[in-house]
Structure formats: C-alpha cells, structure tokens
C-alpha cells in the first residue's frame, strides 16, 4: 500500500498541474454573461466608430472589470507577458479615449484583440 501511495499521490499531482497549466484556452472563454472580451471589445469598437466617447469610456472600464474576473481564471495557465500586455494595451486604451483619438484608440483595441487571441496558445 505505501509503494502505490508513493507512486501515486505525485503522479496524479503532476497530471493535476499539467492540466492547469494546459486549461488557458478553456478558462479563458466566457462562463457567464459578463466576462466576455472580444464581445466587450467590439462593443467599444462601436462606439469609437460612432465617437460616442462616453459610451466608450465607460464600456473601457467595463472591459477592465470583465478583464479582473477572467485575469484570475487563467493567471496559472498564460504567459505573464501577455496578461501585463493586456493590461498596457487597456491602459492606453483609457487615455486615446480620454484624448478622444480615434486612430490611437482602435490601434490599442486591435493590440489588445490580439494580446486576448495569443492567450492559452
């Protein structure tokens, strides 16, 4: 019995962690109705598009909570550098709609797009 539990025990630890470690691509699709991102990406797209910046502003920050909630799903299992990126793409993101840039603003929400699709590759 103490030979299966010494094979045992860090076998199953190790597939447990593998599986962490692998489930990105998994954790970082929406469970719920309000953690999508790419749903909250086009929506801000929108409003750029129509420079509805109050609208955009606010579905910024709403794109930074969603972005809190999915960040803790898959903080084991993604780069580090790609989830700080993503982070630099919204805060710069904040400021082009601050500034009410156009250009700038859908530069950093295709960056961030993109930042989101690298995630769990």
Known sequence: MRKFLVITIPIVTLA???LIM???SILKG???KDDNIPESIELIIQDV???NWESASDKTENLSNVWEKV???IQFSSERDEIN???TSIARLRGAIMAKDKSSSFMQLNEAYE???GLGK
């Open 16 to 18: 447990f962690f593998v």
């Open 22 to 24: 692998l489930s990105s």
């Open 30 to 32: 929406s469970l719920g």
């Open 49 to 51: 598009e129509s420079e």
């Open 71 to 73: 960040v803790k799903r």
């Open 85 to 87: 990126s993503f982070d």
């Open 115 to 117: 930042h989101w699709e």
